[in-house]
């Protein structure tokens, strides 16, 4: 079964805008953690923000920040100020007991 | 603090041959992770170490992949012989340890061509 659902293969946003990526997630354990990483057409894996299930707050990471809904069991990644550096596949993550699943990924393209 | 080291970053072979990974995980980091992406999808765990113990292996095809990890350092993912559809982006990640909190950090991978 799919546990990280990213329903949107592409998104473009206007520069300086900001742009919220959507992550929906399936997982009977109440612990576990959730993840957001960026990868540019270089290939490598980017980490960008974390949230753990027991945190009370929004993670926020510079400009960006975690959009926590733990009952929709959704965790979107909002980007602030879009910069054209942020042109990149995204990729929302779920990790419980170790087991860490990564959804499809969005792409998104920052427009001048 | 150096990041999580791959090589090859590129490899081109023909299908049957064999194929080897090295990887270098940040210093300190107890435990590590192959995965494969291919084009298109989220990466995919292959396999997991704790130290040099296996903690989970049950996506990896043994009948061509293996992979090492004898000092609970580097490690390496070998396929033996390759097929086309292996062709994807080998990545190698770690951790400090193993929990559901703990964050990934992960090497530029190895894009492997088979032909």
């Known amino acids: 079964a799919q546990k990280i659902t990213q329903t949107q293969p592409g998104m473009f946003v206007q520069e300086k805008e900001a742009v919220t990526l959507d992550c929906t997630y399936d997982?009977?354990?109440?612990?576990?953690?959730l993840f957001w990483y960026k990868q540019p057409s270089s290939g490598e894996m980017i980490f960008l923000i974390y949230?753990?299930?027991?945190?009370?707050q929004n993670a926020t990471e510079g400009r960006y920040s975690l959009n926590f809904q733990k009952a929709r069991k959704s965790a979107n990644l909002v980007i602030s100020a879009s910069q054209l550096g942020d042109s990149a596949m995204y990729f929302c993550?779920?990790?419980?007991?170790?087991?860490?699943?990564f959804g499809a990924g969005t792409r998104l393209t920052v427009k001048p | 603090e150096a990041g999580v080291a791959q090589s090859p970053r590129y490899k081109i072979i023909e299908k049957r041959q064999s194929v080897a990974f090295w990887c270098n995980p940040i210093?300190?980091?107890?435990?590590l992770y192959w995965y494969q992406q291919i084009l298109g999808q989220g990466p995919k765990l292959l396999i997991q170490?704790?130290?040099?113990?296996?903690?989970?292996d049950s996506q990896l095809p043994k009948d061509r992949f293996s992979a090492e990890r004898l000092k609970g350092v580097d490690s390496t993912l070998k396929i033996q012989p390759a097929k086309l559809e292996d062709s994807a982006v080998y990545l190698c990640?770690?951790?400090?340890?193993?929990?559901?909190?703990?964050?990934?950090?992960f090497g530029p991978g190895t894009r492997l061509t088979v032909l």
């Open positions: 990640a770690s951790s400090l340890v193993t929990s559901g909190t703990d964050t990934q950090y």
């Open positions: 997982t009977s354990d109440p612990s576990y953690g």
């Open positions: 949230q753990g299930s027991y945190d009370q």
């Open positions: 993550a779920m990790r419980e007991r170790g087991d860490m699943r």
């Open positions: 210093s300190g980091h107890a435990t």
């Open positions: 170490f704790q130290n040099n113990g296996v903690v989970d």
